[in-house]
């Protein structure tokens, strides 16, 4: 048995620039221990587990505990700027901070034992699969351990099945009455053909993701390269005020990737007052449309991040408001 044929597919993914409050969350949400981080490839760059956030914190704790001295003996008894120490921890610790790495991970036909071995040995829980580089799953400890729970009651059924008992009641006549033949096929045929399933359906997917990413990045590329005319321009503007008479307070001004962001939408995730450095291409124009022309007039602008697939940040949603809001 291989590792296609124990993994779990549904993977939880981090990015390097997941804020540790999110993973926290996330974790909880799935009812998970750990989860890998990923690059924009698909490639497993770390791991991020519960132990890892509390350990983390731990340490932060007393790292922050001896700060004042430190800074103190740094400016040589000189007095700091007022807001040092609070600009000095405002940054949230990211995956990137907190992520063991590197990490160990099997290919997608890594025999069971091997990757028992592999747990045992690196003292792991887990360890993620891969097919050509990318992320199509992971397998646990109890993962492995659904596997040998259904072979012992098989092993049993293999002595004791129905063919056993049936053969021990058949008359001797009526068994060598019949031609021996060759079985059409065995189970070793059978497991043979699940494995093919799997290893077609787990190529499958990273040829999806694949697909995905390129077609992301196409758009990103296209959103960058493009720019807003005067006459689209306008037709935002009557769908706005289309929305406005149907009795709506904001108008969904561009949705595009997050990989538009120059963060990859982490600061509008947060949120953080300085999210509208982050935006390119075609966000940064309408953007500076909406300082130019709609701000003086009292609009807002605000952005969201409008999915998760993966637990990472999808696409984002700019916003124009004209009623309660946030710019």
Known sequence: MRAHDVMTADVLTLTP????????ALLLDRGISAAPVVDGRGGVIGMVSEGDLIDREEARAAHEARRDWWLALVAEGEPLPPG????AQKRERTA???MAAPVITVDINTDTGEI???LITHGIKRVPVVLEGSLVGIVSRADLLKVLAAEEPAKETTHTGFFHRAEKKAPPAQRTAEPAHEPLFSAADFRHLVGSFHDDKARQLASQRKEALVRRQEKVKELIDHHVADHGWHKLLEGAH????RGEKEFLLLRFPAELCSDGARAINVPEPDWPRTLR?????IYQRWHRELQPEGFSLTARVLDFPNGIPGDVGLFLVWGDGEG
């Open 17 to 24: 620039d997941m804020p540790v409050s999110r993973i926290a």
């Open 281 to 285: 291409g075609e966000a940064a124009e």
């Open 242 to 245: 289309d929305a406005a008479a």
């Open 96 to 98: 990137r901070d907190v």
């Open 116 to 118: 028992a071995r592999l």
């Open 84 to 87: 040092y120490l609070a600009d």
